[in-house]
């Protein structure tokens, strides 16, 4: 089993940028590819410009395993997701007969309007990816994954495609907080992290109700790797009297 499968996330839309629609998106694709075993490494956010989402996504399906988009294929104008990942790929954009037949038979043919038949563009090539709430498909080309920007509709399909990812080694962590401020034990955390190979070790500053103190995680995909980190960090919590508390 490969060690260690990377993964991007491209958030596309304006409403994003423009603090109009809150990215909620993020934290639960992070925590669903690390069960399957593939860490999220990179997240970017474009506007809804095709040349912006076209670079993006040369760039980013190049440098990792897999490359996951949010937002853009839904029925209104400036959604050029579909477009902008033909593009990108040199291929052109197709009315998906499969798209075609699951959006008429949901809308019947007086309601399947030109927009509703925008939901039905699919790169040449692309393979759908079912939507069970809503109907209209999300779709993946090569190592790419394009999918709504709704989270719940985002949720489902995102169910749809464990076949088709192949994960590497669980990334496992470990919380520890101390009640101790960032600066007083940054060389602590360093030296600790350079004598352990093969763990990442952040902190986290939070101040709360006139308390100061870190949150320190621990990351790496190897147990035994956490559990000595985790003694020496309670050792020196230990010897430097640092109330401690393991979540």
């Given at each position: 089993?490969?060690?260690?499968?990377?993964?991007?996330?491209?958030?596309?839309?304006?409403?994003?940028?423009?603090?109009?629609?809150?990215?909620?998106?993020?934290?639960?694709?992070?925590?669903?590819?690390?069960?399957?075993?593939?860490?999220?490494?990179?997240?970017?956010?474009?506007?809804?410009?095709?040349?912006?989402?076209?670079?993006?996504?040369?760039?980013?399906?190049?440098?990792?395993?897999?490359?996951f988009t949010t937002g853009g294929i839904g029925p209104t104008h400036d959604d050029i997701t579909a477009e902008a990942v033909a593009k990108a790929f040199?291929?052109?954009?197709?009315?998906?007969?499969?798209?075609?037949?699951?959006?008429?038979?949901?809308?019947?043919?007086?309601?399947?309007?030109?927009?509703?038949?925008?939901?039905?563009?699919?790169?040449?090539?692309?393979?759908?990816?079912?939507?069970?709430?809503?109907?209209?498909?999300?779709?993946?080309?090569?190592?790419?994954?394009?999918?709504?920007?709704?989270?719940?509709?985002?949720?489902?399909?995102?169910?749809?495609?464990?076949?088709?990812?192949?994960?590497?080694?669980?990334?496992?962590?470990?919380?520890?907080?101390?009640?101790?401020?960032?600066?007083?034990?940054?060389?602590?955390?360093?030296?600790?992290?350079?004598?352990?190979?093969?763990?990442?070790?952040?902190?986290?500053?939070?101040?709360?109700?006139?308390?100061?103190?870190?949150?320190?995680?621990?990351?790496?995909?190897?147990?035994?790797?956490?559990?000595?980190?985790?003694?020496?960090?309670?050792?020196?919590?230990?010897?430097?009297?640092?109330?401690?508390?393991?979540?």
């Amino acid at each position: 089993m490969k060690n260690t499968v990377k993964a991007a996330l491209l958030i596309i839309g304006d409403e994003i940028l423009s603090g109009r629609t809150q990215d909620r998106n993020t934290s639960y694709i992070a925590n669903w590819l690390n069960e399957a075993g593939i860490q999220l490494s990179e997240v970017r956010v474009v506007p809804d410009i095709e040349e912006e989402i076209v670079h993006a996504i040369n760039r980013l399906r190049g440098k990792y395993e897999y490359l996951f988009t949010t937002g853009g294929i839904g029925p209104t104008h400036d959604d050029i997701t579909a477009e902008a990942v033909a593009k990108a790929f040199d291929v052109p954009v197709e009315k998906h007969p499969e798209a075609y037949a699951r959006l008429l038979a949901y809308y019947n043919e007086d309601n399947f309007t030109e927009a509703r038949q925008r939901m039905t563009r699919v790169p040449k090539g692309g393979v759908l990816i079912d939507n069970p709430v809503s109907i209209a498909p999300g779709f993946k080309i090569e190592n790419v994954f394009v999918m709504a920007g709704v989270p719940k509709v985002m949720q489902a399909m995102l169910e749809q495609l464990r076949r088709h990812l192949k994960g590497g080694r669980k990334v496992h962590s470990l919380t520890i907080t101390i009640n101790a401020p960032e600066s007083v034990i940054a060389d602590t955390l360093g030296a600790i992290e350079k004598s352990i190979d093969g763990i990442s070790i952040g902190s986290y500053p939070f101040y709360h109700e006139g308390n100061s103190g870190t949150q320190i995680v621990t990351r790496s995909v190897n147990q035994d790797l956490l559990e000595r980190a985790e003694s020496a960090l309670v050792k020196a919590c230990n010897v430097n009297g640092w109330k401690h508390n393991i979540n």
